[in-house]
């Protein structure tokens, strides 16, 4: 039995969405335009403060090509989580995996990725902290965070990296650089919900490579 893709286009690149098969979506915002948002995201906030301004910048340092997704706003309210929501895909079990550079903030630098996501205010997220140095997971219900797992370990600003996050019925795994981290077990959410990448306050994070497989 042939086995079926579905071709999307997404944040400036081509996606390969598998069934059975299992092939992944790959988003590198190459064919975005400098200052916009990528096609096919949408933007929302978490929590409190003013409007959030994620765009495409230039970044001749990062791994999938010169362009990259920030938050770029850089509003110093503590309990305030941008998020760039992609359309596709909308899944329960899935593996997210994202390249990421810390740049700056003085209130945080962070990293997210969530899953899940039914809106702004519900939904799964793992965040790396280069102030805090650890890598935290987290639910969202109705916008307020509650941390179920985590760990410490150095998270350096200014150098690409990769988090990654695999979650599978209530069971959740951890990743930072091809280390694993952690798993650990929640059933708040278990309906599909979308993929976001995810900030905190003034973070201004550098994101490319964000590859999205589903099972």
Known sequence: MTKRRDVFILGGATLLAGTASAEGHRIDFESG??????????TALTGSGGPVKWAILDDASAPAGP?????????????????????APVAADLEVAVKFKPVAGDVDRAAGIAVRLADKDNYYVVRANALEDNVR??????GRRSQFAGANLKVPSGVWQELKISARGNRFEIWLDGRRLYDAT???FANPGRVALWTKADSVTHFDDLRIQTF
């Open 33 to 42: 335009q400098v200052g916009a948002l990528p096609a096919g995201v949408t």
């Open 137 to 142: 997971l987290y639910r969202v219900v109705n």
């Open 67 to 87: 362009k990259v997704l920030a938050e770029t706003s850089a509003d110093r309210t503590d309990y305030r989580f941008p998020l760039a929501i992609f359309g």
């Open 186 to 188: 929640d059933s708040t």
